[in-house]
């Protein structure tokens, strides 16, 4: 299936917002959301990350995840 024929401009756009949400990560966008609704990434948050990430250490989760999408954006 051919994207540019199929798609209208707008499902377009939806479908490469799902792409570079699959690259950055699920769990990557999550957080972001939830750090710019301005709410704190509890315990269990962060227990989900560590593990979506396959991290050893729970240290640095929400740092290591502003830095991602910081860099990701400047991109």
Known sequence: ???ADTFTAAG????ACLI?????????VGVG???????????KE??????AM?????????CLVKNVLKNYAHI
């Open 46 to 51: 962060r227990l989900l990350i560590k593990e």
């Open 54 to 62: 396959n991290l050893d250490s729970g240290k640095g989760i929400v």
């Open 1 to 3: 299936m051919d994207t």
């Open 12 to 15: 377009q756009a939806v479908v």
């Open 33 to 43: 959301v939830i750090l710019a609704l301005g709410r704190r990434v509890n315990l």
């Open 20 to 28: 570079q949400i699959g690259g950055l990560g699920v769990t990557s």
